[in-house]
Structure formats: structure tokens, C-alpha cells
């Protein structure tokens, strides 16, 4: 089983450093093509998602349907009807624990 | 403007920059809540607690640490966390060629703007009207979110140590925030698709690909981008 080892927490530290350096600083207010913008703002939306997926569905490299999608079912119909964000993780939380229990 | 350079000094506030600054001190505040979870994540993915706080600290972009965090506790390799985390990492870099045009001060003062440049403080930033309420909306944001995040991590962490994640949902609570974190990008038609392409690629590419690359596999959904919205 893979750790939070010290070699992750330094490298994307400073890789995380440099990409806003990179931006802020060195780059600045020069721009980028149009169409490079456009695909780079998509990128929180399509890994935010993958996220969702893999932590909802998966456990390793199988993929499984357990007390999780539920949970983030109702986390997903709270966001929907714009419930505020601590609420969304309280009841994602919350509905998965309670399948839990009672499967 | 004051002689910080958009920092605002206590005295000269009007009411339209106490606004911004109430604002963003309660964003910072609601973003604590994620340090909490993040530091509870980052403690039962086998990590101290020492590590869970340098991390908040040094790194300081939610959404990648939650996606290191995420592919570790899902059996990933470190090269397979790092590089998922650096590919939504990479967006600060473009919040901060936005920034660049609406933040200005020494060389010493943009390094540290730098570390603070992440979704909240763009997004406050840019959602109001004035290059001073700009600048103020940034760095108070930044700032507060610097502060609650770290604190959360802290208590997350250390409470995290001592309870079983699984018996309160806590391994719902991560993608339930990832939820509510992706929710604003999916007000456009370009950021649907890219959301549901996103999850289907992954979905699809799990059991094929090494733990968490399936994330980086979906980093192909932006080039839904190239079309004009």
C-alpha cells in the first residue's frame, strides 16, 4: 500500500509554486491564443469530475457500487439545489455512514 | 490607494470595500471546513500529521492536495499523484495571468500574491468592479483562505488520527466536496461537456490504467475547449 510520502509533499510544493510564479510573475499580463485559454479553464471541470467518479465508483482498479454513491448522490442533489458547500459535504457524509449502518 | 500597494489599512475603509472585505474573510472561513476534511483524507492515506500541515501550507491549492491525497489512498504510485495533481495545479497558472493585470506592487510583494493565487482569490477578485476592490478582494481572500485552511488542516489531522474515517462517511466527503467544488464550472455549455466526458473517460479507464492515471486520462475532456463556446 502507497503512503503520503515526504518526496509528493516536496515536489508538487515546489511544482505547485511554479506554475503560479509562471503565471503571475514571469508570464504576466502577456496572453496566451485564445483557444489555449479556453481549453486550459476547462481543465478543473473535467478533473473535478474524474475525481468524483474514481472516489464514488472505484476502490483500486475495480470499479464498485457500494454505500459511497449514494452519499454522493444526495451530495449531488444538494449542490443542485444550492445547498451551501458545508451542508453538501454533511450530507454526502452523513447518507454514506447511515447506508452503512444499517447494510 | 494606499502605500501597500492594494492592501487596504484599517482606517480607510468605505463601506464598499468592508463589503469586499466581510466576503472574503467568510469564503476564507467556509474553506476552513475543507482543511478539515482534507486533514482527516490526508492522515488515513497514511500521511502525519506534520506532512498533512507542510503540504497546506507549501502546496496550498485544495483541489490538487485532495487529488494526491486521493489517488495515494486509492493504491496509486506517488508518480501517478503527483502528476494528476500538477495537471489541476497548472490552472493557478492561468488564474495568474489574469491576476497579473489587476495586481501590481515590488517583485517581493508579486512572489508572495503568487502563493495566494488559487480559485477563491481569482474568483473574488474578478467578481468586482474596481481595480482597488480588486486588488483587496485578492489579497484579503487569499489571505483569510491561507489562514482557515491551514487551521483546518491542523484540527483535521489530528482528529482524523483518532477515528475511523469509513464509520462517519468521511471517504464520502471528499467527492462530496469535489461536488460541490465542480458545481460553479458547470455553468457553461463547454464545461458540462467537459465535466461529463471528464467522468466517462475515467469511468471507463479505471480498470485498464494504473491506479489514478485515470484522472490524468481525463484531462483530455479540455479539449472540448477548442470549439468556440
Known sequence: ?103 | MSSLGGMPSALDLTPELRRVVSASVTLGAVVGVFGIVFGVGAVSAGGSVLQACVMSLLVFTGASQFTAVSVIDGGGTTGAAISSAMLLAARNGVYGLTMARHLDGSLARRLIAAQLTIDESTAMATAQTDRRERATAFWITGLSVYVFWNLGTLIGAIAGSSIDPETFGLDAAFPAGFVAMVAPHFSTRNGRLAGVLGGVICLVTIPFVPIGMSILCAGVAVLVGVRRP
Open chain 1, 1 to 103: 500500500m502507497n503512503e503520503i510520502s515526504w518526496t509528493l509533499v516536496l515536489v508538487l510544493a515546489a511544482g505547485a509554486y511554479t506554475c503560479k510564479v509562471l503565471g503571475l510573475v514571469l508570464i504576466g499580463a502577456r496572453t496566451l491564443p485564445k483557444v489555449v485559454d479556453r481549453c486550459l479553464i476547462l481543465i478543473p471541470a473535467a478533473l473535478i469530475t474524474a475525481l468524483i467518479v474514481k472516489d464514488t465508483f472505484s476502490v483500486g482498479q475495480d470499479l464498485v457500487l457500494d454505500a459511497r454513491a449514494l452519499g454522493v448522490g444526495a451530495a449531488t442533489f444538494a449542490a443542485w439545489r444550492r445547498a451551501p458547500l458545508v451542508l453538501v459535504i454533511v450530507i454526502g457524509a452523513a447518507v454514506t455512514a447511515a447506508v452503512r449502518a444499517i447494510s
